[in-house]
Structure formats: C-alpha cells, structure tokens
C-alpha cells in the first residue's frame, strides 16, 4: 500500500504571497495518477489539478503542480483571499484498483 | 454536468449496519466511468471506502473490505453504500463520487453519526 505524506501540516501565509505544499509518496508512482484538491469548511473538496501538472477545468493558472516519482508539489503563486482552504494530494494505485488520499495541508492566513 | 446526492439514516447504532444511496442525475451509471464512497470523520481527511463499476466489479479499501459492499441499480440510476458492525470510528461525512484515476464529482456529502 502507498502512503502519501503531506507536508507541512499547517502553512500560514499572507495574501500575495507565494505558496508550496509538498506531497511525497512511500514509492514511485507514476505522475498520471497524482491530483490535488482544495477544500473550504462544510464543502466537499474540489479538483484542481490531474496527471501532477495539469488544471482542471476552470481552475485560475496561479494553481500549478509539479513533481515525479515520489516527490510531487502544488504552487500557488500568488493567494488570493479565497484560497485559504484545506489542500488533499491523491494517488491512484491500478493493482489493486484504489485511490489514497494524503492527510492534507492546512493554507491558513497569516 | 452529473450531479450525485446522498440519502439515507443521519443515526446509525453500534455494531449495526450504515446504509447510503446515491442518486445520479445528468448521468448514467452505465455509461462507465467508476462510482463510489469517500468518507471524512468530523476534522479529519478523506478515506476512500469503495467503487463500483458499471460491469458490477467493484473494489474496496482493504481496511475496511471485510465491512463494506457496494452495489448498484441501473434501473433506479442509483448506487448503494452498506457498512456493517459499525462503532463510533465510522462516524464521518460520507460522500458519493464518479471517479476514475481521479475523483472527478463530488455528492454534497451527508454526515452519519455512530450513537446509541
């Protein structure tokens, strides 16, 4: 079983300032199966990024995902009031089929 | 768009079984893709419970395998969650999904509590 550890756990940070959360996994996977989400109180979490580098649907370029491997990164260049939220990375296991999710990164403000 | 939402008791007892359904509209669950259950407990992250293909093949969370059964009903466009010999630990925000490698649409979410 592949076990993704987000780091850090907390992370406070100013409006306009740049953000970066680490998302590493216990073993190689393939970047294919490596997505991120955002999550606000009382929603349910929100795609933001698939296959490690690429936006979902409607989701402002500030929001990038890099990484391979094992060692994988969402950036937000600059935040936006609206992005103080609760961030999940996710990985897809084909055999057996399973997905894991990472135990989140709080983005809180400053 | 497809739209999933979740029904079913908010007060489950312990050692009884949790039952969910999931009503889909804007889609059909037998047009493929993957269908299934995340789970939150209140202030913690997200556990993925189980999937259901349109086949009927499913796959579940190996922690929680001996405990759940997913199915579902073409006819009704809809799919079900059981979790049985449930204690306070399942007490969680339970969402339904379409997944595939990843989770592309979310229910609501409906919380379930595990309380005598």
């Known amino acids: 079983e592949i076990v993704l550890t987000q780091s850090p756990g907390t992370l406070s940070l100013s409006p306009g300032e740049r953000a970066t959360l680490s998302c590493r996994t216990s073993q190689s996977v393939s970047s294919t199966y490596l997505a991120w989400y955002q999550q606000k109180p009382g929603q349910a979490p929100r795609l933001l990024i698939h296959g490690a580098s690429s936006r979902a649907t409607g989701i402002p370029d500030r929001f990038s995902g890099s990484g391979s491997g094992t060692d994988f990164t969402l950036t937000i260049s600059r935040l936006e009031p609206e992005d103080f939220a609760v961030y999940y990375c996710?990985?897809?296991?084909?055999?057996?089929?399973?997905?894991?999710f990472g135990q989140g990164t709080r983005l809180e403000i400053k | 768009q497809v739209q999933l939402q979740e029904s079913g008791p908010g007060l489950v007892k312990p050692s009884g079984t949790l039952s969910l359904n999931c009503a889909v509209s804007?889609?059909?669950?037998?047009?493929?893709?993957?269908w299934g259950w995340v789970r939150q407990p209140p202030g913690k992250g997200l556990e993925w419970i189980g999937e259901?293909?349109?086949?009927?093949?499913?796959s579940y969370n190996p922690s929680l395998k001996s405990r759940v059964t997913i199915s579902a009903d073409k006819s009704k466009n809809q799919f079900s969650l059981n979790l049985s010999s449930v204690t306070a630990a399942d007490t969680a925000v339970y969402y339904c999904?379409?997944?595939?490698?990843?989770?592309?649409?979310w229910g609501q979410g409906t919380l379930v509590t595990v309380s005598s």
């Open positions: 259901i293909y349109h086949s009927g093949s499913t």
């Open positions: 996710q990985q897809y296991g084909g055999s057996p089929r399973g997905i894991t």
């Open positions: 804007g889609g059909s669950i037998s047009s493929g893709r993957w």
């Open positions: 999904v379409r997944e595939d490698v990843v989770v592309m649409n």
